[in-house]
């Protein structure tokens, strides 16, 4: 099982991984909004997100059938 930490910028919340592999995050500020899209490595079965560290500053995903 492939394991991967990402350390998200401040302000960035509302973390998803796409279809396509792209780890997703936004702001979830409409007065200052952005979104933070990146490619993962591609995975043996597929990304998930398994947990959140260091209040949800810190996403843990793995690669899990």
């Known amino acids: 099982m492939t394991k991967i930490k990402v350390e998200l910028p401040k302000g960035f919340m509302n973390v998803g991984v796409s279809l396509r592999n792209d780890l997703i995050a936004n702001t979830n500020d409409s007065a200052n909004w952005d979104t933070l899209r990146f490619p993962l ?25």
């Open 41 to 65: 490595p591609k995975p043996t079965f597929k990304w998930q997100i398994h947990s959140y560290e260091d209040d949800n500053k810190i996403v843990n995903l793995i690669d899990k059938q």
